[in-house]
């Protein structure tokens, strides 16, 4: 009941909050910041959920490493990648339970096996993306990837490149949606666009309607609404599933010590009532509950 319960209040109220407004009064529909991290992080990116969802992965892009924290209270638990890894972006799950690193630095998906043991590298893929900042897993098995640099969406299969469009500036994440629909934060054209299974654009999502600025990571939650990281508006945009931005959570620069204001946001992670938001460039992790 929790669930219905948590989402029913954005199908109902869909206010949205222009930048220059008090963030956190946008109507009926409130984020109250619940934690923050105090580990030291260097520009966290994006971030992911353990499968039991007790634990949070961040890509802790300046430090080289993969941060783990819990994901209640944000206390750093452990760590690895270090020594193997450059400046990572981005995770994923794949269907066998490994770790995809989007290991941007080394030009490659990182491939890791959780066990009790600890982190152990499984391999790697390559090819035809150039610092990757994307990546995602398809139910069937398929790994997407994005080039910041090569400007492109890949698509791999038992590591064999297998599909490829182009045409991007400096995408970022790559995520599917409840119906499993190709999303990609085209970051250097201020939009996201929304591909076919050939890959083709069937859907963009721009112009003064969005007001993007650089939109990086993104998530989407029980009802398919979008919530994305508009990395220089400073703000997390919240999109419903035909397409209307309904809610927009900041919009003007702020410190870490302040609730409801991003400095250079870019990652989310949604869990029924909890958000889960990188706010990058104060070095911090920070995790909102939604409710009326």
């Known amino acids: 009941m929790q669930l219905r319960l948590c989402f029913l209040v954005i199908a109902l109220f869909t206010p949205i909050s222009s930048p220059s407004s008090d963030p956190g009064q946008s109507g009926p529909m409130t984020f109250e910041l619940k934690a923050t991290s105090e580990a030291t992080l260097n520009l966290p990116h994006d971030i992911l959920l353990s499968s039991d969802q007790k634990k949070l992965y ?41 770790l995809l690193v989007a290991d941007t630095g080394n030009n490659r998906i990182a491939i890791y096996r959780i066990v009790d043991t600890g982190f152990h590298s499984a391999g790697e893929i390559r090819g035809r993306i150039r610092r990757p900042e994307g990546v995602a897993v398809h139910s069937d098995g398929r790994v997407f990837a994005t080039g910041s640099v090569s400007g492109n969406l890949v698509v791999f299969r038992d590591g064999e490149v297998v599909a490829e469009a182009g045409g991007f500036s400096s995408p970022h994440d790559v995520e599917f949606d409840r119906n499993s629909g190709v999303w990609v934060a085209d970051a250097g054209n201020d939009r996201l666009v929304q591909l076919d299974a050939r890959l083709n654009i069937v859907r963009e999502l721009g112009g003064d309607v969005y007001g993007f600025n650089g939109p990086r990571y993104l998530d989407f939650d029980a009802s398919n609404r979008m919530v994305v990281a508009d990395k220089y508006s400073n703000s997390i945009k919240v999109i419903d599933g035909e397409g209307n931005l309904i809610q927009v959570l900041g919009g003007k620069r702020g410190s870490g010590d ?34 009326q």
């Not at 206390?75 to 690895?80: H, R, S, Y």
């Not at 302040?258 to 938001?277: A, H, K, N, R, T």
Request: with cysteine.
């Open 58 to 98: 961040v890509a802790d892009n300046g430090n080289h490493r993969i941060a783990v924290l819990d994901a209640m209270s944000l206390g750093m638990l452990t760590e690895f990648g270090k020594g193997e890894l450059a400046e990572p972006h981005d995770l994923a799950w794949d269907n066998a339970g490994r």
């Open 258 to 291: 302040e609730s409801g204001l991003f400095y250079f946001p870019e990652g989310v992670e949604i869990q029924d009532c909890d958000f889960w938001f990188s706010d990058t460039y104060n070095n911090r992790i920070v995790r909102y509950r939604m409710s």
